[in-house]
């Protein structure tokens, strides 16, 4: 891992302090800190979890970021918590409606200490609403949004596109989002406000190009029957000889007569791309013709051609791939390969600024840069409100 300086990145000189939770929040924070911010994870002072000793080094959701630990049902640990968030530009946290407020640190204590602080939240459901106290994980909503019954072959039950969708992209991308919007206003107007991000909202929010198709009336209902889930046969995935996949999407015009071209089929004898009647014949004969050759035949026959053609990777394959390869599209950080942060700056870059770490390993550090004194700092200890 490279090492850089702290305040680099487009993002340098923002303080955030993030409540430690799972998923989306981690997600957003790991965004922010890997672009520059200055993150500290308020972890608890005791262990929690499923029980299962895990490295923060295979979480690198945790990375560019520190650790402190405080008890936050403690009064000192409270007072503590609130003069860090006192100092801080933004606030992250992930829990049910109502936890944060029963705590002491909720919205109306937090802006009060400090009325210029973006508060972001991140739930499921959202901060109101029937539903708002329910259980649930990134499926639920996904579910619950109508996304999910859009996904996968019509003769199977729906397919589950990992914790992708909901949990990062309709969570932890948004509440990302909207916090960088309010820390813009409060630049402008000194006023800080809270982030109401949820999952549900946010799927709903990438769907909104479906929703244009729904309007019009160019979209079944049925899966695996409309062009971008399946049902063309220019926008699909296809087994090779060697049981491996390759995917093409070849939308435009232009670009699918090159991919028919490739394939060996003329494409004044094939139907209109649009022409949905057509379509279950042809998958069936590209499926025929895929299958003739291996992957990496393929990937010969295609080099060069603007056919919208990819070799389905794995990802270890995607790590070594000629391509990622030459952007540094992967990092290695305490032996954990994963992906380089993005997007990409060019005045200012973004880069990884430290591996997961320890809960609590950066407690007196953060507290010391933070303007607690020596004594202070020994004092929280002894009360038991920090580890």
């Given amino acids: 891992m490279t090492t850089v300086p702290p305040q680099s990145g487009p993002l340098a000189g923002i303080r955030i302090v993030e409540f430690a939770g799972v998923g989306p929040g981690p997600f957003c924070a790991m965004l922010l800190a890997d672009m520059g911010a200055e993150v500290i994870t308020v972890d608890r002072v005791t262990a929690h979890g499923l029980g299962i000793k895990k490295e923060p080094r295979h979480n690198p959701t945790l990375r560019s970021r520190q650790s402190i630990r405080i008890d936050l049902k403690t009064s000192n640990g409270l007072a503590t918590a609130l003069r860090l968030v006192s100092q801080a530009d ?95 206003d409060a630049r402008t107007s000194g006023k800080g406000q809270v982030v109401d991000a949820s999952m549900l909202d946010g799927i709903g929010s990438l769907m909104t190009h479906q929703f244009g198709y729904f309007g019009a009336g160019t979209w079944s209902d049925k899966r695996e029957d409309n062009f971008l889930d399946g049902g063309a046969p220019w926008y699909n995935t296809y087994e090779t000889s060697d049981g491996k996949f390759v995917a093409v999407g070849a939308i435009e015009p232009k670009f699918y007569r090159v991919l028919l071209e490739a394939m060996g089929i003329d494409p004044d004898e094939v139907p209109e791309a649009m022409d949905r009647a057509s379509w279950p014949g042809l998958k069936k004969r590209f499926a025929e013709i895929f299958n003739q050759r291996s992957r990496a035949e393929w990937e010969a026959i295609m080099e060069g051609k603007p056919a919208c053609f990819a070799p389905v990777l794995r990802p270890e394959e995607a790590v070594n791939h000629p391509h990622m390869q030459a952007r540094g599209s992967y990092v290695d950080v305490q032996g954990i390969t994963q992906p380089a942060p993005a997007p990409r700056f060019s005045r200012t870059p973004n880069a990884v600024r430290s591996a997961p770490p320890e809960p609590g390993a950066n407690t007196y550090d953060v507290l010391n840069g933070w303007g607690f004194s020596a004594q202070e700092i020994e004092d929280l200890a002894a009360s038991g409100a920090i580890a």
């Fill in 90 to 184: 933004a606030l992250i946290e992930g829990n049910r409606p109502g936890v944060m407020e029963r705590l002491g640190i909720g919205p109306a204590e937090c802006l009060t200490a400090n009325p210029a602080l973006v508060y972001g939240r991140m739930t499921g459901w959202g901060q109101d609403g029937p539903m708002a106290q329910e259980v649930g994980h990134d499926l639920n909503y996904l579910a619950l949004s109508g996304a999910l019954s859009l996904l996968g072959p019509r003769d199977r039950p729906p397919t589950i596109p990992l914790n992708l969708l909901a949990d990062l992209g309709g969570g932890g991308v948004y509440l990302a989002l909207g916090i960088l919007a309010a820390l813009l």
